[in-house]
């Protein structure tokens, strides 16, 4: 039921007309990367259908930086795949190449990293195209952005190894789910995307830091929605949902309505907040070229709104019923991934 859930967004955002000629070069790539290493595991990857979560979150991205975001979807998304629950002896390498990924933005582009594995290797390449032509502050701003989400992960997946998954209160989950989710070094993307940059003083401004913040509790609480059935499946606690059940009792539709609930609140806060985005611009005294940048990263945010709303309706990655290999595998409790942490 939880990825029937809709919202009723008030923006709608487009989708790269792009998408087809990236997908086909994305899928290509994930292969000779040696991101997929199995049929089941390809199978399973392309049922998430990430391509169009890339095309639908930077629509005006061209067609060579659409297939650099889409390999760059990848390695996140798989990466975040790989902790298996029966091995928690595994979150010790995952923390190892958490800090390899981290480490990356902050060293030339292209020096080859020293934890060797293909998610690593892939992403020296991925990273040496994504900050081609950006500021060192956009590069700065993106690698603390990044490296918080690790962190983020590491931390989820030490809580998961330690059988603590489902033991946060509503308040520290919320405060939590804002790092894990990823969405500020995302959205930070969506300035590479289109070729320009939020001027510094809009992003220390507190309005676009709170919009960004709010901007991810919605879309971190919306996947937790989605997710949740195949999340509960594999017994993961991190969800709003759960957490919720397990702090209120009650019943487990009626964790998902106030899910629903607060979700919808941080939406409305968050457009609040946009609504004094000129106001914003004149107290900084901006010139026309500067609003328009920031017009242009307030759009990045609505892409990400919407655009991981309409992808997560229909992901395979989120879908509560699997057929074939996949769905054996994920009932043994291991998942259909190949492992991509070691050499």
Not at 43 to 50: A, K, N, R
Not at 99 to 127: D, F, N
Not at 153 to 179: I, N, Q
Not at 288 to 311: K, T
Request: aromatic share 10%.
């Amino acid at each position: 039921m939880p990825q029937d859930v809709t919202f009723d967004l008030p923006f709608k955002t487009p989708v790269s007309k792009h998408l087809e000629y990236a997908r086909e070069r994305h899928l290509d790539w994930v292969w000779e990367m040696g991101l997929v290493r199995s049929q089941a595991g390809f199978e399973e990857y392309q049922s998430w259908d990430l391509p169009q979560a890339a095309a639908r979150t930077y629509p005006h991205a061209s067609a060579d930086d659409m297939v650099v975001l889409m390999n760059w979807f990848s390695l996140a998304f798989l990466f975040d795949d790989q902790f298996d629950a029966r091995s928690p002896d595994r979150a010790d390498r995952i923390a190892v190449v958490a800090q390899e990924l981290i480490a990356t933005p902050l060293r030339p582009a292209g020096t080859a990293p020293r934890v060797i594995c293909p998610i690593t290797v892939a992403w020296v390449k991925v990273w040496a195209h994504l900050s081609d032509g950006m500021s060192l502050m956009w590069r700065t701003r993106f690698a603390a952005s990044w490296g918080r989400f690790l962190v983020a992960h590491t931390e989820e997946v030490d809580l998961a190894a330690k059988g603590l998954a489902g033991t946060l209160g509503l308040d520290e989950y919320a405060s939590f789910r804002r790092r894990t989710v990823g969405i500020h070094h995302s959205i930070d993307a969506g300035e590479r995307s289109r070729g320009f940059e939020v001027p510094a003083q809009v992003q220390a401004h507190p309005l676009m830091v709170q919009m960004r913040d709010l901007a991810a509790d919605v879309i971190g609480f919306m996947n937790d929605i989605h997710s949740f059935e195949r999340e509960k499946r594999r017994g993961d606690g991190h969800n709003l949902i759960a957490v919720l059940y397990g702090e209120r009792g009650g019943t487990w539709k009626e964790a998902v309505e106030e899910a629903y609930r607060m979700t919808t609140a941080r939406l409305d806060e968050y457009l609040k907040l946009e609504e004094r985005v000129p106001e914003m611009c004149e107290e900084l005294g901006l010139t026309g070229e500067e609003r328009a940048q920031v017009r242009m990263g307030v759009e990045a945010i609505q892409h990400w709104i919407n655009g991981n709303y309409e992808w997560a309706l229909t992901s395979g990655r989120y879908a509560a019923a699997k057929e074939g290999p996949a769905a054996i595998a994920e009932l043994a409790g291991k998942g259909a991934l190949d492992d991509l942490l070691a050499v």
